[in-house]
């Protein structure tokens, strides 16, 4: 009986020092959207998506400004076309419209790819060094403050060393 409470001490102890060593991991955290907007790649980036975003923007305010005209044109026209002309101008600022919507959302989608294209290297660059200053710091674990998570434990902050690493 000694003996079984000697084993089951002991089982006790073991338990509670190995829950207190996994206690003990070494947690930071980072604020990713803050490394991120601060890389210069990032701003290289957005300024070619908006450079981009311009360049469809006046495209589909001009092809605007012409359906406008067009449509003005001939509603004043009206009156002294027949109304198989009428029918066929009306069908034409239909078609007019319907290509600058399609327009529109071919732009759209355009602009989705090239986000992707250019933000994913900057995302996995940041990443990458956010990992290897964290395993070089020993951490185990490295937390997003960044996206809406509140910190609650008092682990270091790694966007200074981070910044460092990437040379920001």
Known sequence: MKQLKTLLLATVLCI???SFTYAQSKIAHINTNDLISA???????????EALSK???TDLQSMGTEL???AKQYDAEAATKTQEENNKRQ??????EQNARQFQSKAQQDLQAKQETLFKPITEK???????VGRAQGFEYVLDSGVGVTIVADGKDLLNDVKKELGI
Not at 39 to 49: D, I, S, V
Not at 91 to 96: A, I, K, S
């Open 68 to 70: 406008q005209n067009k």
């Open 16 to 18: 509670g020092t190995v």
């Open 39 to 49: 890389m210069p790649e990032m701003k290289a980036a957005t300024a070619e998506l």
């Open 55 to 57: 360049t469809y923007q």
């Open 126 to 132: 940041a990443r990458a060094a956010i990992l290897k």
């Open 91 to 96: 069908e034409e600022l239909l078609t007019m």
